[in-house]
Nanobody, 127 residues
């Protein structure tokens, strides 16, 4: 079955940057809204950003707004999450997911909006 694959995670010092990628191995992403989520140890999964199918609209959680940027290149079948000014609180497993509809409001950052998920990539922010 088709699935999503996240990449780009790793260990970075506070204040540093990482760029995550989300791709689909056996289908195209261009008709789907895409959400990025993260889960820190001992905490619930948190929606942090989403983007419309054409890339023209975005939605961010307050915890990352101004530091993270979601974008997509449909010609490369890839969605990106550029993470700048990283803090230890950003540590966690980051997931991407497909959705039928883009929402500018809270629904855009809720798990129930999304259907298919990747396995996640670990991001660790530490000195």
């Amino acid at each position: 079955q088709s699935h999503l694959v996240e990449s780009g995670g790793g260990l970075v010092q506070p204040g540093g940057s990482l760029r995550l990628s989300c791709t689909a191995s056996r289908f195209t992403l261009d008709v789907y809204a895409i959400g990025w989520f993260r889960q820190a140890p001992g905490k619930e999964r948190e929606g942090i950003a989403c983007i419309s199918s054409g890339g023209g609209k975005t939605n961010y959680a307050a915890s990352v707004k101004g530091r993270f940027t979601i974008s997509r290149d449909n010609a490369k079948n890839t969605v990106y999450l550029q993470m700048n000014s990283l803090e230890p609180e950003d540590t966690g497993v980051y997931y991407c997911a497909t959705g039928v509809t883009f929402y500018s409001g809270p629904e855009g950052l809720e798990e129930a909006t999304y259907n298919y998920w990747g396995q996640g990539t670990q991001v660790t922010v530490s000195s």
